[in-house]
């Protein structure tokens, strides 16, 4: 049980406050492993896992903090050494993350220096439901990777929290770290006050009152997060680490999720889409690599998964009744 992935939600009894910690070991270690057997690629660089970790930990905070039936999947649109990196996570806990690189990372590379040379590297959240109707767009809300002053953010946990306040309009707190064992991640949230979306102006004396008192008691608590250090999230156990910070205060906590119902790693390839992905391409195209390859394969960038397709399995596909070409199908 000790190394199972787990995250637990609690709440702050009587404030206006909400909490998650999320603790990915086994799940994290299984993303790793796969991508160390990779031949083409090798292991990540140390920043690229740290990175990459922090994304998925935030991924299961962010999908455990709304209540969608769909995927969401966390990118980083790089401009330097790291051009992609993805976490997506579905509404069960199930998890995969990925990233691409082109060129070296520095072994101290920082967070800038790895996606955001030129300050034109951006973070993107999709919301992509279960139940899409075809030509239905996924919702998605984009953040460049700099503050308010064009700064460059040196920290994934800030741009989050840029996202975070832009797009659902809530104070959020996060502590992100990841190593080769563990990615993990606190997440606090304060919140909205009932009705406040339209009724913020109509606001009593009274009323704007409390809502500063409450806003008192989020400013406490996210002090006490901030004070939380990468290597404590890292070695300590969930009820440690809520201990530490939170002793003092009331907390309501939830039933943990963990094993089937936990964060796991799951990779959602399939032959049956990697042939769609190829009839996508058309025929002219997919004969173009017969021809000189021989036959096409294709690998799952997320789970390390070989796709072959010799020239009868390729005929098959344009010329079985659904071989319609697929318009925007893409690898997933
Ligand atoms: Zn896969």
């Known amino acids: 049980m000790k190394n199972l992935s787990e995250l637990h939600k609690f709440l702050f009894d009587g404030l206006p406050v909400r909490g998650m910690v999320v603790r990915l070991t086994d799940a994290w270690q299984d993303i790793l492993k796969r991508r160390t057997a990779n031949t083409e690629t090798g292991a990540y660089p140390e920043p690229v896992t740290q990175l990459l970790g922090q994304m998925a930990a935030a991924a299961v905070l962010m999908q455990g903090n709304i209540k969608f039936n769909g995927a969401l999947v966390l ?12 976490a997506e996570v579905q509404p ?9 690189l082109q060129g070296d990372v520095p072994l101290a590379a920082s967070l800038s220096q790895m996606v955001n040379q030129n300050n034109e590297g951006r973070c993107a959240i999709t919301l992509d439901p279960l139940d899409r109707m075809p ?9 460049p990777l700099f503050g308010d002053r064009k700064e460059k953010l040196e920290k994934l946990s800030e741009v989050l929290e840029h996202y975070m306040l832009q797009s659902e309009q809530l104070d959020t707190t996060l502590v992100l770290a990841a190593n080769h064992e563990v990615a993990a991640g606190l997440l606090i949230q304060r919140l909205p006050l009932e009705g406040s979306g339209n009724l913020a102006g109509s606001y009593g004396s009274a009323e704007r009152e409390s809502a500063l008192g409450q ?14 250090q990468a290597e404590e999230l890292l070695s300590l156990d969930i009820d440690t680490v809520l201990h530490r910070l939170f002793w003092q205060e009331p907390l309501l906590r939830f039933e943990p999720l963990q094993g089937a119902q936990g964060p796991r790693f799951a990779c959602s390839c399939s032959r049956e889409r990697v042939g769609r992905m190829i009839r996508s391409l058309g025929a002219p195209e997919a004969e173009s690599i017969l021809a000189e390859r021989g036959q096409i394969e294709v690998g799952c960038e997320f789970c390390g998964a070989q796709y072959e397709f010799d020239p009868v399995d ?9 071989a319609m070409p697929t318009p925007g199908a893409e690898l997933h």
Not at 135 to 143: K, L, M, N, R, S
Request: hydrophobic share 40%.
């Open 135 to 143: 030509g239905q767009q996924p919702y998605q809300g984009v953040v």
């Open 215 to 228: 806003s008192e008691d989020y400013q406490r608590i996210s002090i006490l997060s901030k004070s939380l």
């Open 314 to 322: 390729a005929a098959a596909l344009f010329t079985s009744p659904e």
């Open 75 to 86: 990118q980083v649109f790089g401009d330097g050494p790291v051009k992609l990196a993805v």
């Open 92 to 100: 069960d806990f199930s998890l995969r993350a990925t990233a691409s």
